[in-house]
């Protein structure tokens, strides 16, 4: 079966970076798009950022020039680089694959945006 293991969260103060992981199993990795989504207490899940099995990216307005998500097919693993974090950043992260019936999601891993 599909599972998606997530890591590199962690505490990091205003303007600091992190690199989150996300590895894959139980899939045809390089067929597959993959998403990044994050959840902050009280509110929605949101669609972070995106990448194709081609490599095409798309991401959330409030992210833009900040983020970048990317894939590396060999090592099965999709990335998410994040600059510049802010309080706001402050969320669980999921790795996220899409299915015509089923996403499958990863466990997430805190991020938290703090002096």
């Known amino acids: 079966q599909v599972q998606l293991v997530e890591s590199g969260g962690g505490l990091v103060q205003p303007g600091g970076s992190l690199r989150l992981s996300c590895v894959a199993s139980?899939?045809?990795?390089?067929?597959?798009?993959m998403n990044w989504y994050r959840q902050a207490p009280g509110k929605q899940r949101q669609l972070v950022a995106t990448i194709s099995s081609g490599g095409s990216t798309n991401y959330a307005d409030s992210v833009k020039g900040r983020f970048t998500i990317s894939r590396d097919n060999a090592k099965n693993t999709v990335y998410l680089q994040m600059n510049s974090l802010k309080p706001e950043d402050t969320a669980v992260y999921y790795c996220n694959t899409p299915r015509a019936t089923i996403d499958y999601w990863g466990q997430g891993t805190q991020v938290t945006v703090s002096s």
């Open positions: 139980g899939m045809i990795f390089r067929v597959y798009a």
